[in-house]
DNA sequence: TCCCACGCTGACGTATACGTCAAGCGTCTC
DNA sequence: GAGACGCTTGACGTATACGTCAGCGTGGGA
């Protein structure tokens, strides 16, 4: 049971959307969302969307990368760029070289106001407990 | 002559809208509406808005927060946090304490994540990099 | 004195990232 | 074979974070 499709055949493990959605702790209506977005595009069996390992892997770096408040538009060039790494013509290799320097930076400066901020909350946080601790003493 | 508003008998600086959205980098508009979410609130001369030093590191705080990717409604709460930090009462302290635990747990999170994809986007970078290098050595 | 630059408010528009609802089709089960 | 599910598409709705535009008021310089 499980809808999982594993033919006899022992092929790859595919999953349908109920099950990535359930895997990944989002909505179908969001898996959907993304293949408009075309930052997924799963194979179809019959009209219904079948994922792969890799689709679900895709889906990983998808769901990290709109975590540290990259947008969808940006991840999708992004993922063009991972599907291109492999390709070895020379401009294609400046670009990766130069996009992927650019966002490395971007990323840094992004941890540096991270922990400024965690700073500042440490700050509160411990002066916080501190005055708890006389009122409690 | 700028229109810094230094009275003689001097005060504290202040600024008019046009300066602190110039100073921060943001349009006026964008101020206006941090003020509609009750993220600032100015004092008013004759119905216009004029900021002090706090209001603008109040600012300064807003925008880094958003940078990291925090909600506006959020960064509200959070200015409280900050405003009611001085008082004292049991129930607020422990309120303080939970919601800075929460906030900085998160972002340390958020680092980790970060983390990862630096780590990914590195090894793009280094890998596109070596074979730039090989096809032109 | 007149006009323009500056600021204010309010209404409406836009981009992003989904959620919700409706209607239809295929299949599984009893 | 009739529901009951599950999945699909499409249309529309919603929240967030602003931008844009119109219209009005005010103070200062030519």
Redesign the pocket.
Known sequence: MG?NIKDAAAGETLY????LAEAHG?????I????D?ALLSPR?V????VYTEADSKRLSLILRA?AIG????D?RTFLELYGREGEGRLRQLEFVIGKTAAEIEALEAKKRQIDQTLAELRIIHDGAKERLARRRG
Do not use: M, N, P
């Not at 989002?26 to 969001?30: A, E, G, K, L, P």
């Not at 959907?32 to 293949?35: G, I, M, Q």
């Open positions: 809808s349908g959307i109920a099950e989002v909505s179908q209506r969001t959907r969302f993304y293949e977005k179809r019959g009209g219904q969307r709109k990259t947008k969808l538009s991840i």
